[in-house]
C-alpha cells in the first residue's frame, strides 16, 4: 500500500558526493520518520540518519559532518546528501518510513529497495 522509490546510487571516487532520493506513495494519510539506513557485505543493517516529521535529525557518529539528511514534506519524498565519501560508505543504502495510512490511519512501516552506493578509486 506504500511504495517507497529510491535514486541516486552509484560510484563514486573517495572524496566524492552522491545524493539520495527516496519517494513514498501510496495511500498515505501522514508520514512521521524518514530514516536511511545501510547494510555492507557481512555486516548488520545500520542506521544512518533518521529525520521526524518535525524535522529533528539523528546521525550515526561515522557520518556527522558528511552526510545531511533532509525532507520535503509535499513530496514525501527523503534525501540524503553524502559528501567527503569514504571507502567505509559502499554499502546497499535504504530507506525506511513510518506513518499512517489512508482510510481508518493504520500504522505502516515500509522499506525502499535498496540502492548501491561504491566508493572506489
Known amino acids: 500500500q506504500v511504495q517507497l522509490v529510491e535514486s541516486g546510487g552509484g560510484l563514486v571516487q573517495p572524496g566524492g558526493s552522491l545524493r539520495l532520493s527516496c519517494a513514498a506513495s501510496g495511500s498515505i494519510f501522514s508520514i512521521n520518520g524518514m530514516g536511511w539506513y545501510r547494510q555492507a557485505p557481512g555486516k548488520e543493517r545500520e542506521l544512518v540518519a533518521a529525520i521526524t516529521s518535525g524535522g529533528r535529525t539523528n546521525y550515526a557518529d561515522s557520518v556527522k559532518g558528511r552526510f545531511t539528511i533532509s525532507r520535503d514534506n509535499a513530496k514525501n519524498t527523503v534525501y540524503l546528501q553524502m559528501n567527503s565519501l569514504k571507502f567505509e560508505d559502499t554499502a546497499v543504502y535504504y530507506c525506511?518510513?513510518?506513518?499512517?495510512?489512508?482510510?481508518?490511519?493504520?500504522?505502516?512501516?515500509?522499506w525502499g529497495q535498496g540502492t548501491q552506493v561504491t566508493v572506489s578509486s
Open positions: 525506511n518510513v513510518d506513518g499512517t495510512l489512508d482510510p481508518f490511519q493504520r500504522n505502516f512501516i515500509s
